[in-house]
Protein backbone atom coordinates (compact mmCIF):
# COMPACT_ATOMS: atom_id res chain seq x y z
CA UNK A 1 0.00 0.00 0.00
CA UNK A 2 5.18 4.37 -1.10
CA UNK A 3 1.50 4.99 0.11
CA UNK A 4 1.65 1.42 1.35
CA UNK A 5 1.18 -0.78 4.44
CA UNK A 6 4.16 -1.06 6.65
CA UNK A 7 5.53 -4.16 5.60
CA UNK A 8 6.60 -6.98 7.93
CA UNK A 9 8.50 -10.43 7.56
CA UNK A 10 5.41 -12.26 7.85
CA UNK A 11 5.27 -14.90 9.86
CA UNK A 12 4.36 -18.31 8.18
CA UNK A 13 2.11 -20.48 9.66
CA UNK A 14 4.08 -23.71 9.57
CA UNK A 15 2.99 -27.39 9.97
CA UNK A 16 5.09 -30.25 9.47
CA UNK A 17 4.48 -33.06 6.97
CA UNK A 18 2.32 -35.46 9.25
CA UNK A 19 1.56 -33.00 12.20
CA UNK A 20 -1.78 -33.98 13.99
CA UNK A 21 -3.70 -31.43 12.74
CA UNK A 22 -7.91 -30.92 14.10
CA UNK A 23 -10.72 -31.62 11.76
CA UNK A 24 -13.02 -28.67 12.33
CA UNK A 25 -16.09 -31.16 13.56
CA UNK A 26 -12.73 -32.03 16.52
CA UNK A 27 -11.47 -28.48 16.86
CA UNK A 28 -15.37 -27.62 18.02
CA UNK A 29 -15.80 -30.24 19.73
CA UNK A 30 -12.81 -28.98 21.99
CA UNK A 31 -13.98 -25.85 22.42
CA UNK A 32 -17.30 -26.64 23.58
CA UNK A 33 -15.50 -28.99 26.06
CA UNK A 34 -13.43 -26.05 26.93
CA UNK A 35 -16.07 -23.81 27.52
CA UNK A 36 -18.19 -26.16 29.73
CA UNK A 37 -14.66 -26.68 31.83
CA UNK A 38 -14.71 -22.73 32.56
CA UNK A 39 -18.81 -22.73 33.55
CA UNK A 40 -17.45 -25.20 36.81
CA UNK A 41 -16.42 -22.82 39.53
CA UNK A 42 -13.56 -24.55 40.79
CA UNK A 43 -12.12 -25.41 36.99
CA UNK A 44 -12.92 -21.90 36.46
CA UNK A 45 -10.51 -20.17 39.41
CA UNK A 46 -7.66 -22.24 37.88
CA UNK A 47 -5.33 -20.84 34.93
CA UNK A 48 -4.42 -24.12 33.20
CA UNK A 49 -8.71 -23.91 32.49
CA UNK A 50 -8.79 -20.58 30.77
CA UNK A 51 -5.13 -22.10 29.07
CA UNK A 52 -7.26 -24.58 27.76
CA UNK A 53 -10.12 -22.75 26.32
CA UNK A 54 -7.54 -20.57 24.27
CA UNK A 55 -5.66 -23.52 22.93
CA UNK A 56 -9.11 -24.92 21.63
CA UNK A 57 -9.57 -21.46 19.98
CA UNK A 58 -6.22 -21.63 18.76
CA UNK A 59 -6.88 -25.06 17.31
CA UNK A 60 -10.57 -23.63 15.76
CA UNK A 61 -8.97 -21.36 13.81
CA UNK A 62 -6.15 -23.54 12.59
CA UNK A 63 -8.65 -26.61 11.32
CA UNK A 64 -9.96 -25.11 8.23
CA UNK A 65 -6.41 -24.29 7.38
CA UNK A 66 -5.03 -27.67 7.63
CA UNK A 67 -1.53 -28.66 6.20
CA UNK A 68 -0.88 -25.52 4.66
CA UNK A 69 1.53 -23.16 5.36
CA UNK A 70 2.23 -19.82 3.61
CA UNK A 71 5.17 -19.51 1.32
CA UNK A 72 4.89 -22.97 0.76
CA UNK A 73 5.46 -24.58 -2.88
CA UNK A 74 2.97 -26.04 -4.67
CA UNK A 75 5.37 -29.12 -4.55
CA UNK A 76 5.69 -29.00 -0.73
CA UNK A 77 2.00 -28.63 -0.32
CA UNK A 78 1.58 -32.23 -2.83
CA UNK A 79 3.48 -34.05 0.14
CA UNK A 80 1.15 -33.29 3.34
CA UNK A 81 -2.70 -32.23 1.69
CA UNK A 82 -5.13 -35.30 1.28
CA UNK A 83 -7.63 -32.97 -0.03
CA UNK A 84 -8.02 -32.33 -3.93
CA UNK A 85 -8.83 -28.74 -5.18
CA UNK A 86 -12.19 -28.64 -6.43
CA UNK A 87 -11.60 -25.70 -9.00
CA UNK A 88 -8.46 -23.75 -10.11
CA UNK A 89 -8.42 -20.16 -11.86
CA UNK A 90 -6.55 -17.26 -12.84
CA UNK A 91 -7.84 -14.16 -10.43
CA UNK A 92 -6.15 -10.48 -10.19
CA UNK A 93 -5.15 -9.42 -6.97
CA UNK A 94 -4.32 -6.32 -5.15
CA UNK A 95 -0.44 -6.75 -6.64
CA UNK A 96 -0.87 -8.89 -9.48
CA UNK A 97 -2.19 -12.15 -11.04
CA UNK A 98 -2.09 -15.42 -9.19
CA UNK A 99 -3.81 -18.69 -8.99
CA UNK A 100 -6.84 -19.83 -6.78
CA UNK A 101 -7.56 -23.04 -5.83
CA UNK A 102 -10.82 -23.79 -4.17
CA UNK A 103 -11.32 -26.23 -1.52
CA UNK A 104 -13.70 -27.42 0.93
CA UNK A 105 -13.05 -24.55 3.60
CA UNK A 106 -10.34 -22.61 2.05
CA UNK A 107 -9.51 -20.53 -1.27
CA UNK A 108 -5.31 -20.61 -1.68
CA UNK A 109 -3.55 -18.14 -3.39
CA UNK A 110 -0.69 -18.83 -5.61
CA UNK A 111 1.82 -16.15 -6.43
CA UNK A 112 3.54 -16.38 -9.75
CA UNK A 113 6.71 -18.22 -8.13
CA UNK A 114 4.24 -21.03 -7.62
CA UNK A 115 4.45 -20.13 -3.61
CA UNK A 116 1.44 -20.13 -1.39
CA UNK A 117 0.68 -16.22 -0.79
CA UNK A 118 -2.70 -16.06 0.71
CA UNK A 119 -4.98 -18.36 2.79
CA UNK A 120 -8.61 -17.25 2.87
CA UNK A 121 -10.63 -19.22 5.29
CA UNK A 122 -14.41 -19.95 3.61
CA UNK A 123 -15.93 -21.99 6.40
CA UNK A 124 -14.79 -20.86 10.08
CA UNK A 125 -15.35 -23.61 12.65
CA UNK A 126 -16.74 -20.34 14.93
CA UNK A 127 -16.19 -16.53 14.44
CA UNK A 128 -13.47 -15.09 15.81
CA UNK A 129 -11.48 -17.40 17.29
CA UNK A 130 -8.44 -15.38 17.30
CA UNK A 131 -9.91 -12.45 19.69
CA UNK A 132 -11.16 -15.25 22.44
CA UNK A 133 -8.19 -16.94 22.44
CA UNK A 134 -6.66 -13.73 23.34
CA UNK A 135 -9.21 -13.39 25.79
CA UNK A 136 -8.80 -16.79 27.24
CA UNK A 137 -5.02 -16.44 27.86
CA UNK A 138 -5.64 -13.03 29.25
CA UNK A 139 -8.27 -14.42 31.70
CA UNK A 140 -5.21 -16.89 32.30
CA UNK A 141 -2.48 -14.56 33.41
CA UNK A 142 -5.18 -12.92 35.89
CA UNK A 143 -5.81 -15.79 37.59
CA UNK A 144 -1.81 -16.94 37.57
CA UNK A 145 0.80 -14.36 37.00
CA UNK A 146 3.11 -16.79 37.01
CA UNK A 147 1.97 -18.15 33.36
CA UNK A 148 3.16 -15.07 32.00
CA UNK A 149 5.51 -16.73 29.75
CA UNK A 150 2.78 -19.44 28.47
CA UNK A 151 0.57 -16.31 27.69
CA UNK A 152 3.39 -13.91 26.08
CA UNK A 153 4.11 -17.28 23.71
CA UNK A 154 0.60 -17.70 22.92
CA UNK A 155 -0.45 -13.85 22.32
CA UNK A 156 2.55 -12.67 20.00
CA UNK A 157 1.65 -16.14 18.17
CA UNK A 158 -1.77 -14.74 17.85
CA UNK A 159 -0.62 -11.23 16.70
CA UNK A 160 1.70 -12.93 14.09
CA UNK A 161 -1.98 -14.77 12.80
CA UNK A 162 -3.92 -11.31 12.84
CA UNK A 163 -1.20 -9.68 11.02
CA UNK A 164 -0.94 -12.79 8.35
CA UNK A 165 -4.74 -12.21 8.25
CA UNK A 166 -4.62 -8.60 7.78
CA UNK A 167 -2.15 -8.58 5.17
CA UNK A 168 -3.73 -11.31 3.76
CA UNK A 169 -7.50 -9.36 3.42
CA UNK A 170 -5.46 -6.31 2.05
CA UNK A 171 -4.39 -8.42 -0.99
CA UNK A 172 -7.93 -9.47 -1.61
CA UNK A 173 -9.07 -6.06 -1.88
CA UNK A 174 -10.97 -6.52 1.78
CA UNK A 175 -9.69 -3.00 2.98
CA UNK A 176 -12.11 -2.62 5.72
CA UNK A 177 -11.43 -6.30 7.31
CA UNK A 178 -7.75 -5.56 7.13
CA UNK A 179 -7.94 -2.52 9.29
CA UNK A 180 -9.96 -3.99 11.65
CA UNK A 181 -7.21 -7.14 11.61
CA UNK A 182 -4.54 -4.67 12.32
CA UNK A 183 -6.42 -3.36 15.23
CA UNK A 184 -6.97 -6.12 16.89
CA UNK A 185 -3.27 -7.39 16.18
CA UNK A 186 -2.09 -4.09 17.60
CA UNK A 187 -5.02 -4.90 20.86
CA UNK A 188 -3.62 -8.30 21.44
CA UNK A 189 -0.08 -7.46 22.27
CA UNK A 190 -1.30 -3.99 24.18
CA UNK A 191 -2.09 -6.41 27.52
CA UNK A 192 -0.40 -7.76 29.84
CA UNK A 193 1.81 -9.44 30.27
CA UNK A 194 3.28 -7.79 27.00
CA UNK A 195 2.46 -4.08 27.35
CA UNK A 196 3.57 -3.45 23.69
CA UNK A 197 3.02 -0.77 21.56
CA UNK A 198 2.47 -2.26 17.95
CA UNK A 199 3.11 1.23 15.77
CA UNK A 200 3.07 -0.99 12.68
CA UNK A 201 -0.24 -2.84 13.14
CA UNK A 202 -1.49 1.12 14.38
CA UNK A 203 -0.21 2.54 11.26
CA UNK A 204 -1.39 -0.31 8.90
CA UNK A 205 -5.15 0.17 10.53
CA UNK A 206 -5.21 4.26 10.38
CA UNK A 207 -3.82 3.68 6.67
CA UNK A 208 -6.46 1.17 5.71
CA UNK A 209 -9.08 3.18 7.13
CA UNK A 210 -8.53 6.30 5.40
CA UNK A 211 -8.21 4.53 2.57
CA UNK A 212 -11.95 3.52 2.55
CA UNK A 213 -12.65 6.91 3.89
CA UNK A 214 -13.06 6.20 7.69
CA UNK A 215 -11.17 9.44 8.79
CA UNK A 216 -12.18 9.28 12.33
CA UNK A 217 -11.00 6.07 12.91
CA UNK A 218 -7.67 6.49 10.77
CA UNK A 219 -7.07 9.70 12.82
CA UNK A 220 -7.39 7.87 15.89
CA UNK A 221 -4.61 5.30 15.30
CA UNK A 222 -2.34 7.65 13.54
CA UNK A 223 -2.39 9.67 16.49
CA UNK A 224 -1.41 6.97 18.86
CA UNK A 225 1.85 6.90 16.27
CA UNK A 226 2.55 10.27 16.38
CA UNK A 227 2.33 10.28 20.46
CA UNK A 228 4.88 7.28 20.78
CA UNK A 229 6.84 9.10 18.05
CA UNK A 230 6.99 6.77 15.03
CA UNK A 231 5.97 8.36 12.04
CA UNK A 232 6.21 5.66 9.42
CA UNK A 233 8.26 5.75 6.60
CA UNK A 234 9.25 9.24 5.21
CA UNK A 235 7.16 10.75 7.43
CA UNK A 236 3.72 9.81 6.37
CA UNK A 237 1.99 10.00 9.35
CA UNK A 238 2.72 13.81 9.46
CA UNK A 239 0.98 13.81 5.96
CA UNK A 240 -1.91 12.19 6.65
CA UNK A 241 -2.55 13.87 10.26
CA UNK A 242 -2.18 16.95 8.27
CA UNK A 243 -4.96 15.68 5.70
CA UNK A 244 -7.64 14.32 8.39
CA UNK A 245 -7.23 16.98 10.99
CA UNK A 246 -7.49 20.13 9.26
CA UNK A 247 -7.56 22.13 12.73
CA UNK A 248 -3.79 21.62 12.91
CA UNK A 249 -2.59 20.70 9.17
CA UNK A 250 0.24 23.03 9.20
CA UNK A 251 1.55 22.21 12.42
CA UNK A 252 2.15 18.71 11.48
CA UNK A 253 3.33 19.63 7.91
CA UNK A 254 5.68 22.46 9.43
CA UNK A 255 7.09 19.69 12.32
CA UNK A 256 6.98 16.59 9.41
CA UNK A 257 8.76 18.95 6.58
CA UNK A 258 11.48 19.80 9.97
CA UNK A 259 12.15 15.75 10.15
CA UNK A 260 11.65 14.91 6.78
CA UNK A 261 12.40 17.45 4.11
CA UNK A 262 12.72 15.55 1.13
CA UNK A 263 9.32 13.82 1.85
CA UNK A 264 7.30 14.87 -1.15
CA UNK A 265 3.86 14.18 0.34
CA UNK A 266 4.81 16.45 3.40
CA UNK A 267 6.19 18.92 0.38
CA UNK A 268 2.95 18.90 -1.93
CA UNK A 269 1.14 19.15 1.46
CA UNK A 270 2.44 22.51 2.22
CA UNK A 271 2.85 23.93 -1.09
CA UNK A 272 -0.78 23.28 -1.04
CA UNK A 273 -1.78 24.79 2.38
CA UNK A 274 0.32 28.27 1.77
CA UNK A 275 -0.99 28.74 -1.86
CA UNK A 276 -4.54 28.03 -0.95
CA UNK A 277 -4.67 29.61 2.70
CA UNK A 278 -2.24 32.22 2.98
CA UNK A 279 -1.39 32.87 -0.88
CA UNK A 280 2.58 32.66 -0.44
CA UNK A 281 5.20 30.57 -0.15
CA UNK A 282 7.35 32.23 1.79
CA UNK A 283 7.02 30.09 4.79
CA UNK A 284 8.68 27.15 2.83
CA UNK A 285 11.35 28.41 2.10
CA UNK A 286 12.07 29.88 5.77
CA UNK A 287 11.94 26.35 6.51
CA UNK A 288 14.30 25.44 4.19
CA UNK A 289 16.56 27.91 5.29
CA UNK A 290 16.41 26.55 9.01
CA UNK A 291 17.45 22.99 7.42
CA UNK A 292 20.54 24.53 5.22
CA UNK A 293 21.82 26.41 7.99
CA UNK A 294 21.71 23.03 10.16
CA UNK A 295 23.04 20.88 6.79
CA UNK A 296 24.98 23.54 4.78
CA UNK A 297 26.31 20.53 2.95
CA UNK A 298 23.66 18.21 2.27
CA UNK A 299 22.69 18.40 -1.39
CA UNK A 300 19.17 16.66 -0.95
CA UNK A 301 17.54 19.80 0.73
CA UNK A 302 18.81 21.74 -2.78
CA UNK A 303 16.64 18.79 -4.65
CA UNK A 304 13.89 19.90 -2.49
CA UNK A 305 13.95 23.12 -3.44
CA UNK A 306 14.82 22.87 -6.76
CA UNK A 307 11.09 20.69 -6.36
CA UNK A 308 9.61 23.29 -4.62
CA UNK A 309 10.54 25.70 -7.18
CA UNK A 310 9.15 23.77 -10.34
CA UNK A 311 5.64 23.34 -8.36
CA UNK A 312 5.51 26.77 -8.72
CA UNK A 313 6.52 27.48 -11.86
CA UNK A 314 10.23 28.99 -11.03
CA UNK A 315 11.68 27.08 -13.85
CA UNK A 316 14.76 29.37 -13.82
CA UNK A 317 15.45 29.11 -9.68
CA UNK A 318 14.80 25.09 -9.71
CA UNK A 319 17.18 24.92 -12.31
CA UNK A 320 19.53 26.49 -10.23
CA UNK A 321 18.83 24.54 -7.08
CA UNK A 322 19.00 20.97 -9.27
CA UNK A 323 22.80 22.57 -9.94
CA UNK A 324 23.40 23.71 -6.72
CA UNK A 325 23.07 19.92 -5.60
CA UNK A 326 25.80 19.12 -7.80
CA UNK A 327 28.19 22.03 -6.58
CA UNK A 328 28.20 20.34 -2.63
CA UNK A 329 28.19 16.42 -4.17
CA UNK A 330 29.08 15.72 -7.86
CA UNK A 331 27.97 12.17 -7.48
CA UNK A 332 24.70 13.04 -6.53
CA UNK A 333 22.50 11.73 -9.28
CA UNK A 334 19.15 13.51 -7.43
CA UNK A 335 19.66 16.82 -8.76
CA UNK A 336 20.11 16.12 -12.62
CA UNK A 337 17.14 13.97 -12.26
CA UNK A 338 14.97 16.53 -11.04
CA UNK A 339 15.93 18.90 -13.34
CA UNK A 340 15.65 16.35 -16.03
CA UNK A 341 11.76 15.37 -14.88
CA UNK A 342 10.84 19.60 -14.89
CA UNK A 343 12.27 19.60 -18.08
CA UNK A 344 10.80 16.43 -19.56
CA UNK A 345 7.50 17.24 -17.62
CA UNK A 346 7.17 20.88 -18.98
CA UNK A 347 7.58 18.89 -22.85
CA UNK A 348 4.63 17.14 -21.95
CA UNK A 349 2.71 20.15 -20.90
CA UNK A 350 3.46 21.96 -24.20
CA UNK A 351 2.74 18.85 -26.56
CA UNK A 352 -0.89 18.62 -24.72
CA UNK A 353 -1.57 22.65 -25.00
CA UNK A 354 -0.53 22.14 -28.85
CA UNK A 355 -2.37 19.04 -29.49
CA UNK A 356 -5.19 21.61 -28.38
CA UNK A 357 -4.57 24.10 -30.60
CA UNK A 358 -6.46 24.85 -33.67
CA UNK A 359 -4.27 28.17 -34.48
CA UNK A 360 -1.27 27.31 -36.77
CA UNK A 361 1.10 29.66 -35.42
CA UNK A 362 0.43 29.14 -32.31
CA UNK A 363 0.55 25.38 -32.89
CA UNK A 364 4.11 25.73 -33.92
CA UNK A 365 4.96 28.11 -31.11
CA UNK A 366 3.99 25.53 -28.96
CA UNK A 367 5.56 22.84 -30.24
CA UNK A 368 8.91 24.74 -30.79
CA UNK A 369 8.61 24.87 -27.22
CA UNK A 370 7.73 21.06 -26.77
CA UNK A 371 11.36 19.98 -28.81
CA UNK A 372 13.41 22.84 -26.84
CA UNK A 373 12.22 21.44 -23.27
CA UNK A 374 12.70 18.04 -24.24
CA UNK A 375 15.78 18.34 -25.28
CA UNK A 376 16.73 20.72 -22.25
CA UNK A 377 15.85 17.28 -20.30
CA UNK A 378 18.39 15.03 -22.18
CA UNK A 379 21.86 16.49 -21.02
CA UNK A 380 21.07 16.01 -17.16
CA UNK A 381 19.32 12.50 -17.45
CA UNK A 382 22.44 11.21 -19.19
CA UNK A 383 24.62 12.82 -16.57
CA UNK A 384 22.12 11.13 -13.39
CA UNK A 385 22.49 7.89 -16.07
CA UNK A 386 26.31 8.43 -15.63
CA UNK A 387 26.69 8.68 -12.57
CA UNK A 388 24.28 6.83 -10.19
CA UNK A 389 25.62 3.32 -9.39
CA UNK A 390 21.65 1.88 -9.13
CA UNK A 391 20.59 -0.14 -12.01
CA UNK A 392 17.17 0.24 -11.32
CA UNK A 393 17.34 4.01 -11.32
CA UNK A 394 19.64 3.83 -14.51
CA UNK A 395 16.65 1.89 -16.60
CA UNK A 396 14.26 4.83 -15.37
CA UNK A 397 16.07 7.25 -16.66
CA UNK A 398 16.74 5.38 -19.63
CA UNK A 399 12.69 5.18 -19.90
CA UNK A 400 12.78 9.19 -20.19
CA UNK A 401 15.90 9.52 -22.28
CA UNK A 402 14.53 6.92 -24.76
CA UNK A 403 11.46 9.09 -25.31
CA UNK A 404 13.02 12.06 -25.76
CA UNK A 405 15.71 10.58 -28.25
CA UNK A 406 13.13 9.10 -30.61
CA UNK A 407 11.50 12.50 -31.33
CA UNK A 408 14.93 13.42 -32.70
CA UNK A 409 15.98 10.29 -34.11
CA UNK A 410 15.52 11.34 -37.47
CA UNK A 411 16.78 14.75 -36.82
CA UNK A 412 20.64 13.34 -36.31
CA UNK A 413 22.35 9.78 -36.17
CA UNK A 414 23.77 10.99 -32.77
CA UNK A 415 19.84 10.57 -31.39
CA UNK A 416 19.21 7.75 -33.16
CA UNK A 417 21.69 5.77 -31.73
CA UNK A 418 21.04 7.15 -28.44
CA UNK A 419 17.63 5.97 -28.97
CA UNK A 420 18.64 2.59 -29.66
CA UNK A 421 21.11 2.31 -26.50
CA UNK A 422 18.37 3.36 -24.39
CA UNK A 423 15.71 0.95 -25.89
CA UNK A 424 17.93 -1.77 -25.68
CA UNK A 425 18.43 -1.25 -22.37
CA UNK A 426 14.86 -0.68 -20.85
CA UNK A 427 13.93 -3.57 -22.59
CA UNK A 428 16.49 -5.33 -20.88
CA UNK A 429 16.41 -3.81 -17.62
CA UNK A 430 19.69 -3.92 -17.48
CA UNK A 431 21.97 -1.13 -17.71
CA UNK A 432 25.60 -3.18 -17.85
Do not use: H
Not at 392 to 408: D, M, T
Amino acid sequence: MKKTLIALALMAVCVAAGAQVKTSAEAKKMVDSAIEATKNEKKAAKAGTWINLGKAYMAAYDAPIGEVWQWASKQELMLTMKEQAQSAQSVQLADGPYLKEVYSEKNLYFNQNGQLAVIEVTKPVLDDPLTKAVEAYSKAYSIDPKKAKDVTAAITSIAGKLTNDAYAQYTLGNVAKASELFEKAADAVAIPPLNQLDTNSLYNAGFTAQAVGDRARAKKFLERCYEAGYYAEGGEVFARLADLDTTKTRDYLEEGFTKYPQSQAILIGLINYYMKSEGNTDRLFELLDMAKANEPNNPSLYYVEGNIRTELGDIDKAVEAYRKCAEISPEYEYGYIGEGIMFYNKAVEYQDLANNEYDDAKYMALVAKFEESLKNCIAPFEKAFEITPDNSIKVSVAEYLKNACFRFRDESPEYQTKYEKYDAIVKSGQAE
